[in-house]
T-cell receptor, first 117, second 115 residues
Framework: DSGVTQTPKHLITATGQRVTLRCSPRSGDLSVYWYQQSLDQGLQFLIQYYNGEERAKGNILERFSAQQFPDLHSELNLSSLELGDSALYFC????????????????FGSGTRLTVV | QKEVEQDPGPLSVPEGAIVSLNCTYSNSAFQYFMWYRQYSRKGPELLMYTYSSGNKEDGRFTAQVDKSSKYISLFIRDSQPSDSATYLCAMSVNAGGTSYGKLTFGQGTILTVHP
């Protein structure tokens, strides 16, 4: 168990629908990152939150949005889903600064596999 | 052209072989270099990390960074079937937290070590 919890593990939904993916970061981590992993694009950065505030945006579609709540959990909302949105969605968390071996880089969750049919 | 290029393989080697995995990159601002291992249906897990240029060794694993050539490598000695996984290189300009800690990943190399 990495300490980063993602729910649900699997999601099957129809085109045009909206889904919410949830992430609880590792205890003490203030940064949450969302990534999309597909076969053709690999792991692509979507968005970062730090202590409730949006810090950076990557290749995130306008149909997608995210937020981080006061308890630091984060949600990624995907709407008007298309077949091409089928992918693994990973949440990762990190500490305030990568100064020690124990907090270097990210810790990833196990992902949510989204299938749009 | 992608910022980080990694040969996706697949790479198949016999047990005990030395494995060499490589990535090249174009962004000279990258300072933090990492290798992640991802087993099937799991999230990536951090394997090795290096700040700036140089070598780092951890057991059977050695990571090398050559910033002048924009080239990083991961060597696995005495490879084991349990090493079979996808290996992803990752790079960052900043060290996370309040600064912009985005990781840019390579495509990943699928490695199979057969007994």
């Amino acid at each position: 168990d990495s300490g980063v919890t993602q729910t649900p593990k699997h999601l099957i939904t129809a085109t045009g629908q909206r889904v919410t993916l949830r992430c609880s970061p590792r205890s003490g981590d203030l940064s949450v990152y969302w990534y999309q992993q597909s076969l053709d694009q690999g792991l692509q950065f979507l968005i970062q939150y730090y202590n409730g505030e949006e810090r950076a945006k990557g290749n995130i579609l306008e149909r997608f949005s995210a937020q981080q709540f006061p308890d630091l959990h984060s949600e990624l909302n995907l709407s008007s889903l298309e077949l091409g949105d089928s992918a693994l969605y990973f949440c990762a968390s990190s500490s305030s600064h990568w100064t020690l071996p124990s907090n270097y880089g990210y810790t990833f969750g196990s992902g949510t596999r989204l299938t749009v049919v | 052209q992608k910022e980080v290029e990694q040969d996706p393989g697949p790479l198949s080697v016999p047990e005990g072989a030395i494995v060499s995995l490589n990535c090249t990159y174009s962004n000279s601002a990258f300072q933090y270099f990492m290798w992640y291992r991802q087993y099937s249906r799991k999230g990536p897990e951090l394997l090795m990390y290096t700040y700036s240029s140089g070598n780092k060794e951890d057991g059977r694993f050695t990571a090398q960074v050559d910033k002048s050539s924009k080239y990083i490598s991961l060597f696995i000695r005495d490879s084991q079937p349990s090493d079979s996984a996808t290996y992803l290189c990752a790079m960052s300009v900043n060290a996370g937290g309040t600064s912009y800690g985005k990781l840019t990943f390579g495509q990943g190399t699928i490695l199979t070590v057969h007994p």
